[in-house]
């Protein structure tokens, strides 16, 4: 394979991530002073009506893969400073993810394309680009646009359909590709809308509906409340996972069967063999019988998904096992398909007839497979336009690269993965001068005038007629969705032939995954998303092939060693991890990582496996060799939580059955009482999936910093709030508890008695407090903390350029020296105990909402005052699955868990 | 009697010419000095990111290198205090130097409780003054234990060399005189306070000396509990053990031994003072140093014996200091503090300088190995797994502790520059009373 | 203009028991104002003027208490008055806690009081003195033993003096001067 095309990018230096410009600083110091600036008023705007979002809140929606998720943006002085989710919308329900979190990261990231280049170079002057652009419109509006060839990644929203079917219509010779490197063909033109919350028991062949994903906060929160009314009625529902890769789904899966692709698709013969299917008669496994058993109980309320990058055999079997179950599974047309669309293979074919190659926020330069080469293709069109939030590697390779506006920036629509529609509206000023909006650009070349608040009213106005359109304009806005909206479900249809089984592959197959933190590589600018250490594997700041413990122990590798991979004549060079319950036979290569050009982040982070990517088997490749190098790999990496003999740090708990007690200790001190509030958090292990949106939303609130590379491999992340993973159970196929854990605030608190100047102690309503200005770092305090959850300022972190582009101005950035850690959100507290007494009313429970509880799509963790028995959070503490980790120390947590309900555990 | 017998430890410090090994000394001791001056400005201008510490390794060389010295300074003084209290013979040839080298040890170990805050500059928050905050610090800390602890330690080891010294410096005063250099007479004459050898002065001498001498028993002991407590009052459980105070002061015994027994066998050689510590005096420090290492070794099978009877927790936090990632640390600290100084019972070797030096020494950077163990691997095994990487010093930190020997080799030789070193009026009143038949 | 008289008489002795033997006599002799100087202690001597340690160990005694009530008090009115706040939910006045700090600084202080005693009974510092005046006084910090009367009480005069040290056949014998 050539090495991938020297970008004229600078090398990246130490503590490179931090070093960017500082425009960022001048934004965080703005958004101090509170009141919206007059000259984009209310007109624009409409604030949010959500339940408790505040004056200050807009409601708009961001997209993943196509599909909108609603938001409530947080601002302060005209600046989005906060994501939150919106309860109204079908695809949030008030949650947020990891990716909605980091959403201000990137609209505030220094290093942000803010000019208009040519070649690559910037220029100042725009004037250029639109001469340029009236010239070659009229060339091309000569000959019907022959030769432009547009590229978007997938596309829902209603107006940008609209305005790319208003310029194919105008120029015939045109036409539209979609480059998704994340879509997969064989899942078909229908989305199923299973609804965890009524289903007894659910088989996932390769699919992931807890892990990230633009359904993920709707499933998961479906689920967990299936797993709430299982709890009640004590019939918990059942799990059962095979997959190829660890993934989140497989963490909480009651059976875990850990198969490479061609062993989940006999899997799935076999059980549909049992099941009853005729296509599958005769196909046998040793776990059909019993999976097929468990299906077959809860029998319409039984659920068969498959997932991603599986033959499309699998799927077609889990929908006839999905029929043979009886079950009622509700479907309706991908509203991203675009049959008039060509695929960037067609694109490739056909690339010498392109004269002019418009690339809309899309980057097939990095993300495209490695066999269609697409930066040579490039090279091929006269005229090339890239559209971009980030100057990436394809900007670096058009002709032309135009800034585009984030989507916090902007107007524009969406739907949701079950279609429902939705506004977007700006919450902010455009932060970058030149940027343009997509619709605008789109609009130009079709010949339609309007900035892009004008292309979206007519887009609605169309779609609702003049009679109450600005009410409902209004609503939409206000409410974060477009009412009645979502078409109607039809019924799965299952007319396709079943295709014959592949033959089953000899020797190592490599599966392709998107990145559970950079996604196809989009999200790799955001810093808080590379220093988030990932659920499985632990790995911040790069990313590792994972290798199941079978095959690195019979190919003498090592966990952490480096290896070179060699797939059909390409290699790539990349650490490894050996990962427990990674399925013998297959090797998990992570994409989206080893980005050359992303914005503030150094590059070369993460291992590039588009570079083994074929267009025509893009999710399996077979015929893979792994050899050990010389080289070190480098990254930093958390330890395993695992550790054998101690009292179980994550309980498990049949049905029914309570937390044993502990032995009663005496303490020879007297308590101390908390008369008025006494603030307590409770987290339920039972259905934290460990999505890790808690931890990047505690860093969003508390303007956590950003350490960078080289100082998070020295294990001094600043993170307030970590998610701890638990393995138990064989190597082979380990069973996986989430563990989040923030400050307990104790109340017998051992950091506070070793603090020598009183820097941390009590507040009267048991808040364990951090006195910033007090504290002198002797760090004493985080060695007396079994729980080891105080961070150190071992440098000004908050104070380099880059480290915080956001800042809540409700929370100090912490200086070089002192100790920093979980506040339970006090300014949330106090925030809110303000407006009680403005209102001269008492607080209301549920009215104060931490940054984590707010993010969380389970709704596991549960905050409020432990003082009045009947609040949620007292409610969950007298449960009998609450426990305090490590109660034996006897330092009175505040902060508790609930055992995860496991049966015959 | 002999007469002018105590002169020529009066005169080295009127000698003019020291000679190009002191000389070599004093530019290397110098060097190592500036280095930590560089260490210090670059610790202040970038903060602790220069280390190697992390959470859970939250502190690395700072505590490692603090209680060394401490120890060092400890058993040092312990040695010259029992000396002076059982009035034993050795003590007019050793106390002087002892006393001096743990006035320098406990000056290198005070830096590092300042420099290893996040923010050294706010280190007197310590100590109870009414502040703006009107927050007073924290008495239940043990840090705060360890501020009184450091500062009653300096300032008691200080008097104790001190009152020793006060006659000395009359006498110094007196031969500067008498060699007609009056300024130096000056100079040695304020600091002896105007001492004239009066009986009366002598009798409450001697009777305040040894009060003093006392005074530092108690303060070994409860200064070097303090640091010891501030490992053993938390809850991480290799360190949360009854037995630490006393592992840390036992083990402080050999290194602060074996380094008055290397600079005996220096100052024998390098200053010519072969006639006031002689083969006598060696051959007790030897034999003493030798003991007290075997008490380390029993200290050491004690600390892994208890195991058995300690909680599960414990038992394999023990283990794991002893066979996890720094059990070089461990195993390297108790040979060389407890198996290598056995050599010293051995009399032919006790005389000579190759042998003693190294074993001396030796044992000083045993119990190093065994502090960086305990402040290290102590932390292996925590309530709950470890959440970073593990720690190793940096260069930065190399260079702090190489500045604190520098730093404790410049303080002895100004010691042996400027005030005798060997306890002058000790030699003539030991000397008079062998003359009495 | 006359100059006054010696203040004093003051001999030399290149031995311990001839000082001594001569401050024995001058002290039969009912002599009062009259000190010896020595390279060494000579408890014989301070004895037989009537000077011993037992005063330095009291005031350091004093001292000490003083400190350790001092260390306690200031903790406990500082913790449990001046800014009473709850810190790991431990009670305020903490006895246990608070000891270390009393034992260490109460040794700190009678420590103190050790030197700084001494150094008062002694009326030190004090850098002139007559007797620095004598010859040879230099070599009372070396070799040499001293013992001086000095003259004023009612019938021991100079001459008194020198009569009574001659006979202890002393190195030399002079007259100090004020």
């Not at chain 1, 432990?866 to 120390?889: Q, T």
Request: glycine share 10%; net charge neutral; proline share 8%.
């Amino acid at each position: 394979m050539t090495p991938p095309d020297a970008l004229p990018l600078p090398d990246p230096a130490r503590r490179s991530v931090l070093r960017a410009a500082g425009a960022s600083l001048a934004l965080a110091a703005a958004a101090g002073c509170d009141g919206a600036p007059a000259e984009f008023g209310s007109p624009l705007y409409a604030p949010a009506r959500g339940a408790d979002a505040g004056p200050r809140s807009y409601a708009t929606v961001l997209d993943l893969d196509g599909f909108g998720r609603g938001v409530m943006v947080h601002t302060r002085g005209g600046h989005a400073i906060k994501i939150e989710g919106n309860p109204r919308h079908p695809a949030s329900l008030g949650a947020t993810d990891i990716f909605l979190e980091s959403a201000v990261l990137g609209l505030h990231d220094p290093a942000r394309s803010r000019r208009l280049r040519r070649d690559g170079q910037a220029l100042r002057d725009a004037g250029v680009f639109t001469t340029f652009l009236a010239e070659q419109r009229a060339a091309l509006a000569a000959r019907g646009g022959e030769g432009f060839r547009l590229v978007t990644g997938p596309i829902a929203s209603p107006t940008q359909r609209r305005l790319i079917a208003a310029l194919l219509a105008q120029w015939p010779g045109a036409r539209w590709h979609v480059h998704a490197p994340l879509a997969d063909a064989a899942a078909g033109v229908m989305l199923p809308l299973p609804d965890f919350a009524r289903v007894r028991c659910v088989l996932a062949l390769g699919a992931d509906p807890l892990g990230p994903g633009p359904a993920q906060l709707a499933w998961a929160r479906q689920w967990a409340e299936a797993r709430r009314a299982g709890r009640e009625a004590g019939r918990l529902p059942a799990l059962l996972v095979a997959e190829t890769s660890p993934c989140l789904t497989g963490a909480k899966a009651d059976r875990l069967l850990p198969l490479p692709p061609a062993g989940i698709a006999a899997l799935a013969r076999a059980v549909a063999a049992e099941l009853g299917v005729a296509a599958a008669a005769g196909a046998t496994h040793p776990e059909a019988r019993g999976l097929a058993a468990a299906l077959r109980a809860a029998g319409p309320e039984a659920l068969v998904l498959a997932g991603r990058g599986l033959p499309v055999e699998v799927h077609l079997l889990a929908q006839a096992m999905n029929a043979a179950l009886g079950v009622e599974l509700p479907a309706i047309p991908d509203p991203r398909a675009a049959p008039e669309a060509g695929t960037l293979a067609e694109l490739a074919a056909e690339i010498d007839r392109v004269t002019h190659l418009l690339i809309l926020d899309a980057n097939p330069v990095f993300d495209a497979p490695a066999d269609l080469d697409f930066s040579a293709l490039l090279r091929r069109v006269p005229h090339s336009v890239h559209l971009g939030v980030q100057v990436d590697e394809t900007a670096l390779s058009c002709a032309w690269h135009l800034p585009l506006r984030h989507p916090l920036e902007s107007w524009g629509d969406s739907r949701a993965f079950d279609g429902t529609a939705a506004l977007r509206q700006p919450a902010t000023r455009p932060l970058v001068e030149q940027a343009v909006a997509a619709e605008v650009v789109l609009a130009r070349l079709a010949g339609i005038p309007g900035d892009d608040q004008a292309l979206l009213r007519e887009t609605w106005r169309a779609g609702w007629g003049e009679a109450d359109f600005e009410a409902r304009w209004l609503a939409a806005l206000e409410e974060g969705v477009v009412a009645d909206s979502a078409p109607a479900p039809q019924a799965l249809r299952n007319d396709a032939d079943m295709p014959t089984p592949a033959p089953v592959p000899q020797g190592l197959v490599a599966v392709f995954a998107p990145d559970p933190n950079l996604w196809d590589g989009r999200f790799a600018s955001e810093a808080w998303l590379q220093e988030l250490p990932r659920q499985l594997g632990q790995v911040a700041w790069g990313q590792a092939v994972l290798v199941a413990p079978q095959d690195a122990r019979a190919a003498g590798l090592t966990d952490g060693a480096e290896v070179e991979i060699f797939i059909s004549g390409r290699t790539l060079r990349a650490p490894m991890l050996v990962m427990p319950g990674q399925a013998p036979g297959a090797v998990t290569l992570p994409l989206g990582g080893g980005r050359r050009a992303a914005g503030g982040v150094p590059a070369g982070i993460g291992l590039d496996a588009y570079r083994l990517r074929e267009a025509a088997n893009p999710w399996v490749a077979e015929g893979v060799t792994l050899r050990a190098t010389s080289g070190a790999a480098w990254e930093a990496r958390l330890p395993d939580q695992a550790m054998a003999g101690d009292a179980p740090r994550v309980r498990r708990l049949a049905p029914g059955e309570a937390v044993p007690p502990l032995p009663p200790t005496r303490s020879l001190y007297p308590d101390w009482t908390y008369p008025g509030a006494a603030w307590g958090m409770a987290i339920d292990l039972d259905t934290c999936i460990g999505c890790n949106a808690c931890v990047v939303a505690c860093q969003a609130e508390n303007n956590t910093p950003v350490v960078g590379p080289e100082e998070a491999a020295r294990g001094r992340m600043m993170h307030w709030l970590r998610v701890d993973r638990v393995p138990t159970g064989p190597e082979e196929a380990p069973s996986v508890d989430f563990q989040p854990v923030p400050c307990m605030h104790c109340e017998k608190a051992p950091c506070e008695v070793v603090c020598p100047v009183n820097a941390t102690v009590h507040d009267h309503e048991g808040l364990n407090l951090m006195v910033y200005p007090r504290c002198i770092g002797t760090r004493t305090c985080s060695n007396n903390c079994p729980y080891k959850v105080r961070k150190f300022n071992w440098a000004g972190y908050a104070r380099e350029a880059g480290a915080v582009p956001v800042r809540n101005p409700d929370v100090p950035v912490r200086p070089r020296g002192v100790i920093e850690k979980c506040t339970y959100c006090q300014h949330r507290i106090k925030g809110a105990q303000d407006s009680a007494r403005q209102e001269g009313r008492a607080l209301r429970d549920g009215e104060i909402v931490t940054a984590c509880q707010s993010a969380c799509p389970t709704r596991a963790i549960h905050f409020g005052d432990i003082n009045d028995p009947d609040s949620d959070v007292s409610r969950a503490k007298a449960e009998a699955r609450n426990y305090a980790l490590l109660g034996n120390l006897d330092t009175r947590p505040r902060t508790t868990y609930l055992a995860r309900l496991v049966p015959g555990a | 009697m002999s007469e002018f017998s105590t002169r020529p430890v009066s005169d080295t410090p009127l000698r003019s010419d020291f000679g190009w090994r002191f000389a070599f000394a004093v530019a290397g001791a110098g060097f190592l000095t500036l280095l930590l001056a560089y260490a210090v400005v670059a610790l202040l201008l970038q903060g602790t990111v220069l280390w190697g510490t992390n959470i859970p390794f939250v502190w690395g060389f700072d505590l490692i290198n603090y209680v060394w010295w401490i120890g060092i300074a400890n058993a040092a003084s312990l040695f010259a205090v029992v000396l002076v209290l059982r009035k034993h013979g050795l003590r007019t040839s050793v106390n002087r130097f002892a006393e001096a080298a743990a006035l320098a040890a406990v000056a290198a170990a005070a830096i590092y409780p300042i420099l290893h805050l996040g923010r050294p500059w706010l280190f007197y928050w310590t100590f109870p003054y009414p502040a703006t905050f009107q927050v007073w610090p924290n008495f239940r800390s043990t840090l705060v234990w360890d501020f009184w602890g450091i500062m009653s330690h300096v300032v008691v080891t200080g008097l104790f060399w001190y009152t020793g010294l006060i006659p000395d410096l009359g006498t110094m005063r007196d031969r500067a005189a008498a060699k007609g250099r009056r300024g130096v007479a000056r100079i040695y004459g304020v600091v002896a306070l105007g001492w004239r050898g009066s009986v009366r002065h002598w009798a409450r001498h001697q009777a305040a000396y040894r009060i003093v001498a006392a005074m530092v028993l108690p303060m070994l002991v409860s200064a070097q509990t303090i640091v010891a407590l501030e490992f053993a009052t938390t809850l991480v459980p290799e360190w949360h053990q009854a037995r630490v105070p006393l592992h840390i002061v036992a083990t402080g015994i050999p290194s602060g031994l074996g380094v008055v027994l290397a600079l005996a066998a220096l100052l024998r050689g390098g200053l010519g003072l072969g006639h006031y510590i002689d083969d006598e005096d060696m051959h007790l420090l030897g034999k003493l140093t030798a003991a007290a290492a075997l008490a380390c070794g029993y200290v050491y099978a004690e600390g892994l014996l208890v195991a058995l009877l300690e909680d599960q927790v414990t038992r394999q936090a023990i283990a794991a200091r002893a066979f996890g990632a720094y059990a070089g640390l461990y195993w390297g600290g108790a040979v060389l503090v407890v198996l290598v100084p056995q050599l010293l019972w051995l009399p032919a070797l006790r005389l000579r300088a190759i042998w003693v030096v190294p074993i001396g020494i030796g044992a000083a950077a045993g119990v190093w190995l065994d502090r960086f163990s305990l402040v290290t691997g102590g932390l292996l095994r925590d309530h709950l797994p470890r959440v970073g990487p593990l720690y190793a010093p940096t260069v930065p930190e190399w260079t702090l502790l190489a500045g604190s020997v520098g730093l404790f080799a410049l303080l002895m030789l100004a010691f042996a520059r400027f005030v005798p070193v060997v306890s002058m009026y000790e030699t003539r009143h030991e000397e008079s009373e062998a003359d009495v038949p | 203009m006359t100059r006054p008289g010696p203040i004093g008489v003051i001999a030399t002795f290149d031995d311990p028991d001839a000082m001594v033997a001569a401050l024995r006599a001058a002290r039969e002799a009912g002599w009062r104002r009259l000190d010896a100087y020595a390279p060494f202690p000579v408890p014989e001597a301070a004895a037989l003027l009537g000077v011993n340690g037992a005063r330095v160990a009291w005031i350091a005694l004093a001292a000490g208490l003083f400190g350790a009530v001092l260390a306690y008090g200031t903790q406990w009115w500082l913790s449990v008055q001046a800014y009473p706040i709850n810190i790991g939910g431990r009670p305020l006045h903490a006895l246990p806690a608070f000891l270390p700090a009393t034992t260490i600084v109460g040794i700190l202080w009678a420590a103190a009081g050790a030197l700084l005693g001494m150094l008062a009974l002694n009326r030190l510092p004090r850098l002139h003195h007559p007797v620095f005046a004598a010859p040879g006084f230099g070599r009372a910090s070396e070799d040499r033993f001293f013992v001086c009367l000095f003259t004023g009480d009612p019938g021991l005069g100079a001459w008194e003096a020198r009569h009574l040290l001659n006979r202890h056949q002393p190195l030399s014998v002079a007259e100090l001067e004020a």
